[in-house]
């Protein structure tokens, strides 16, 4: 079946560093996919999301592209600030599906 | 619109009891979603309603577990007699329906039950 793997947390940077949260999927077909980010204390939001191969998504400087020869979908910002302490899902969906999560990579950033 | 609302954000119950849990969309949306999120784990799909009609359950929700949408607007999702291992974090979700799997899930702030 549809499955979704991220690489475990938490992630620990200081301000300004490179972030690389590794995402990979399995799934039968040509699944949209997306990042989820949840603040502390809040609900789920979109971050960003790709609809087929090679399709990039960005926002707010995070970026993540759908590569089908490796199944993955990778998120990255080159500068992490300590207002993007999150914790990540990396999701895929077939059409007229539900979401799939993986288990979500906490990242911690310190001034 | 505010958004995906859900009532209560927390609730506390004892081994055996039912609890029932509230879900208001937004407004426009036809498709209705509720998963459950346990400590340390990405959210797991429950079900979905299109409309009024219950689409699709997930093999996690047991025969314990019933949702409901009656008009197409609201939903609730009810547990009868709890177990502990029903402690989660519920979460609701909407989106408008179509073609292809392009179209945002907004979520609610979830409801978190404790089982004591």
């Known amino acids: 079946g549809n499955s979704v793997t991220q690489m475990e947390g938490p992630v620990t940077l200081s301000e300004e560093a490179f972030l690389t949260i590794n995402c990979t999927y399995t799934a039968t077909g040509y699944p949209s996919l997306f990042w989820y980010v949840q603040y502390p204390g809040e609900g789920l939001q979109l971050l960003l999301k790709?609809?087929?191969?090679?399709d990039k998504g960005s926002n707010k400087g995070f970026e993540a592209t759908y590569r089908k020869e490796t199944t993955s979908f990778h998120l990255e910002k080159g500068s992490v600030q300590v207002s993007d302490s999150a914790v990540y899902f990396c999701?895929?969906?077939?059409?007229?599906?539900?979401?799939?999560f993986g288990k979500g990579t906490t990242l911690s950033v310190s001034s | 619109d505010t958004g995906v609302s859900q009532d209560p954000r927390h609730k506390i119950t004892k081994r055996g009891q039912n609890v029932t849990f509230r879900c208001d969309p937004i407004?426009?949306?036809?498709?209705l979603y509720w998963y459950r999120q346990t400590l340390g784990q990405g959210p797991e799909f429950l079900t979905y309603f299109q409309n009024e009609a219950q689409l699709e359950k997930s093999r996690l929700l047991s025969d314990r577990f019933s949702a409901e949408r009656p008009k197409g607007s609201f939903s609730t999702l009810e547990i009868q007699r709890t177990e502990q291992g029903d402690s989660a974090m519920y979460l609701c979700?909407?989106?408008?329906?179509?073609?292809?799997?392009?179209?945002?899930?907004?979520f609610g702030p979830g409801t978190r039950l404790t089982v004591t």
């Open positions: 790709a609809t087929k191969a090679d």
């Open positions: 999701a895929l969906r077939q059409a007229g599906t539900a979401l799939i």
């Open positions: 979700a909407s989106s408008p329906s179509g073609s292809g799997a392009t179209y945002e899930q907004y």
């Open positions: 407004s426009e949306h036809n498709r």
